[in-house]
């Protein structure tokens, strides 16, 4: 802090400075005067006190002014001069600065990197608290760029750690922070939720009603709908979406009438998994009475001889194993899922060798855990888990198969869940979820694989034992169940006997109302086609027809479709029929050929192919692609889809056009007596059979009266859901035979729907519910047709027409 200067003899202060300079750039930095305070003498020893700090390890110089100093004869100092003579460098006292500390991590490594204005040696000490208790890592040079890395952290934690730098003059510093290790990414969720249970389809004449039950899973999302006339949807986005969202019901409208339709329902969770789907179908305007079940075996003869001993097992002892269980009726009817498609040819060795015990089941409480399948097929779970069905890709045939699993509801047989089991992400096997069970008990099921190259058809049965909830008929009183089970066995025998009865009535019934509906029969060749198509109705219930596109049969003047027409595609070489249709109610028909070369013809009463008003023509006002007799080729797969025009016989439109008004009454007065015979004939009818039932009651007599209820709650329905719609002209509202109704949709001037009004000028209309404009082209007397009225835009909230039009 001071500075010395020690002479040769004893010395006194003279006039003179003593100048301190920065050595680096000569920067003077403190002058001090000899003759003051700072300045003291003692002897030879001179002692210069400075005012001013020096910094830290820095080079400085000092001089001396010539004469500053004398001795004691007065002798003067000749003085230092020049920065070589008195030189000294200050003492390094300041730590090193620690800045730009930086902690970079990932999931298990992390790094901080820091700088020190001055090179530093630098120890880095790290835990989990501020003992930094998990180790210390020590540089081995001076630097004054630094950087420690750490390996071995655990993801998602706070690490505290401490720097200390020391420099060369063993100064140091301290600095502490923390860092934290990346979270592990999660893991994406693949895992499907389980499938909706109870999927049930209620059909009606043209809309079909379907209800489920939502699985319990708590990510689940959705529930998507989705519904083919060919075959079950095995994805989610196959055929045609009916319905998406959280709701537990819904309705599928504007369906065509007799016909099947598959629906396939898959639940989705919250990261966008799908279910495997649960299954149902559903045929509209067919109320189909499922066959009675098999009687049971007849009890065994009592033994013979007087010992009254009970016969041993056929095994000679008791420790047979339990047969698989026998599947309730409800099960053998309601799960004939893939009989429909003709289940009737022998599936291959791969699914016939196939038992319960090639099946895996597990709960996804615990995916490894296999449940085992104890003897009798008896599978044991938790209800408080879904239970994941799965089997082997390798396990099975490579050929189109469908696999699905039916369980019926312990407490309610009529209930039916059906799911398919469907190759995981992995391809290594097929699966299926059912959602956990909602009570304990007993649980028949049954695991159908179809064959679809084969056309055959397995069946597996089994029972789920359900445990871990409270079981639906413990909660039932005992004396109560007693009673409930008395009652049903008093009924099983009634109900076997009613069976046989109510077939052969529901046929019949069918049968009328197939007729009643065929309002273009008109003659006795048309009755037979009506009866030999409702024939094919009949013995194809269980049947299921791959859907095809279809071809038209109409009338060339009215345009009308014509329904029954009979089409036959004949090879052309052969002439041996290799196809026969029968049109339907809206003129349809369509075949599947094998290639080759063939002609169609069609046939109707009163009416001639091939067409000679439209001949040369490849289109008119409503249909293309027409067929005139010409012959053509097939290629493999090849589908034909020609329309095919009819002229009528016995009708001229020029004169129908000059006395409309004297048709329409003569139509008129025929539909009067037509409903007049009718009702007096079905009400004279019921009321006899009303008066049978009192006279002499029977099952089979109540069942008659049930059929005229059935066939008047029919009329009275399908009134009021096929309501008839004209097209009127004038003041006196005379009908417009044969008009032309186009549906358009505003904006987009596409056509989504045109019918023909038949010769009173009525017509039904069914599209789906939006917003519409329709135009009207009336028929000429000449032929040709005419714009005569386009609506404004109009709402059809149900998609049904149901005002008149007023040209």
Not at 178 to 199: K, M, R, Y
């Amino acid at each position: 802090t001071s500075l010395v200067i020690t002479f040769s003899e004893t010395v006194n202060k003279f006039s003179g400075n003593v100048t301190i300079f920065r050595f680096v750039d000569d920067t003077v930095v403190e002058t001090i005067p000899v003759g003051g305070s700072e300045v003291s003498v003692t002897g030879a020893v001179a002692t210069i006190s400075r005012s001013t700090s020096l910094t830290s390890s820095t080079k400085y110089y000092v001089t001396v002014a010539a004469g500053a100093f004398g001795d004691q004869s007065g002798n003067a100092f000749a003085g230092i001069g020049g920065n070589s003579t008195w030189v000294f460098t200050t003492a390094d006292t300041l730590p090193p600065v620690i800045s730009n500390v930086v902690s970079t991590t990932t999931t298990t490594v992390g790094t901080t990197t820091f700088d020190t204005n001055e090179p530093a040696l630098a120890t880095f000490a790290w835990g989990l608290t501020t003992d930094y208790e998990l180790g210390q890592s020590n540089e081995v040079g001076y630097a004054a760029g630094h950087s420690f890395p750490l390996a071995d952290l655990t993801p998602a934690t706070t690490y505290y750690f401490k720097i200390i730098a020391k420099d060369a003059g063993n100064n140091q510093s301290v600095y502490t922070g923390t860092l934290t290790t990346l979270s592990l990414p999660e893991v994406p969720d693949t895992t499907p939720p389980a499938n909706p249970s109870g999927f049930a389809a209620v059909p009606g004449e043209t809309t079909i009603g379907l209800s489920w039950t939502n699985p319990s899973d708590p990510d689940f999302a959705l529930v998507r709908i989705m519904q083919s006339a060919v075959a079950y949807p095995v994805y989610p986005n196959d055929g045609v979406l009916v319905y998406q969202g959280v709701l537990q019901s819904t309705t599928d409208s504007g369906l065509l009438v007799n016909t099947t339709y598959y629906y396939t329902a898959f639940a989705r969770d919250t990261s966008g998994n799908y279910s495997s789907g649960a299954i149902t179908q559903g045929t509209t305007n067919e109320h189909i009475v499922p066959p009675p079940p098999p009687p049971p075996p007849p009890p065994p003869p009592p033994p013979s001889g007087g010992g009254g001993s009970t016969p041993p097992p056929p095994d000679g002892g008791g420790g047979s194993t339990p047969p698989p269980p026998v599947l309730p009726p409800a099960l053998i009817v309601l799960t004939n899922l893939f009989g429909s498609i003709g289940g009737t040819g022998t599936p291959a060795l791969g699914f016939t060798e196939r038992t319960l015990g090639d099946f895996m089941f597990t709960q996804l409480s615990d995916p490894n855990l296999v449940l085992s399948v104890s003897p009798g097929n008896v599978v044991n779970v938790s209800g408080l888990f879904a239970v994941r069905v799965s089997i082997p890709q390798e396990e099975l045939p490579e050929v189109l198969k469908t696999i699905a699993i039916s369980v019926l509801d312990a407490r309610d047989s009529t209930k039916i869940s059906t799911i398919n089991l469907r190759i995981n992400s992995a391809e290594t096997s097929y699966e299926g979820v059912l959602d956990a069970f909602p009570a304990g008990g007993r649980y028949p099921f049954v695991i159908m694989l179809y064959d679809h190259e084969n056309r055959g058809l397995v069946r597996i049965p089994g029972v789920f034992v359900v445990t871990g909830k409270t079981t639906f008929t413990s909660m039932i009183p005992v004396p109560v169940m007693k009673l409930v089970t008395s009652v049903a066995r008093s009924v099983e025998e009634p109900v076997r006997i009613i069976t046989p009865v109510a077939a052969p009535v529901g046929v019949a019934v069918g049968a009328a109302q197939g007729v009643i509906l065929a309002t273009n029969v008109g003659s006795f060749y048309d009755l037979y086609l009506v009866l030999l198509k409702l024939l094919g109705l009949l013995t194809g219930l269980f049947r299921r027809k791959k859907k095809e596109p279809w071809g038209v049969v109409y009338d060339s003047v009215t345009k009308r479709p014509l329904d029954p027409a009979y089409v036959v595609a004949q090879g052309r070489k052969t002439g041996r029929s290799d196809g026969e249709a029968i049109t339907d109610l809206d003129g349809r028909y369509g075949f599947v050929l094998k290639p080759g070369e063939y002609v169609i013809t069609a046939n109707k009463t009163h009416y001639k192919f091939p067409s000679e008003k439209l001949k040369g023509h490849s289109k008119d006002e409503l249909y293309d692609n027409l067929y005139f007799g010409k012959p053509f080729a097939v290629n493999k797969g090849g589908i034909i889809e020609y329309n095919i025009p009819l002229d009528p016989i016995e009708f001229d439109w020029n004169e129908f056009a000059k006395h409309q008004d004297k048709v329409f009454k003569m139509h008129s007065r025929r539909d009067r007596f037509r409903i007049v015979v009718f009702n007096t004939v079905f009400f004279f009818g019921f009321g006899l059979s009303l008066l049978t039932l009192i006279l002499a009651p029977s099952t089979v007599n109540a069942l008659i009266i049930l059929v005229y209820v059935a066939i008047l709650t029919f009329q009275i329905v399908w009134r009021s859901r096929h309501h008839l719609t004209k097209v009127l002209t004038g003041r006196k509202r005379m009908p417009i035979p044969f008009a032309i109704i186009r549906v358009w949709v505003p904006g987009l001037d596409a056509i989504v729907k045109k019918v023909v009004a038949d010769e009173k000028g009525r017509f039904y209309l069914l599209v789906p519910p939006g917003t519409y404009y329709l135009t009207v082209d009336k028929k000429l007397p000449d032929g040709k047709y005419k714009e005569v009225l386009r609506t404004e835009e109009m709402q059809l909230k149900k998609g049904v027409l149901t005002t008149d039009l007023l040209v």
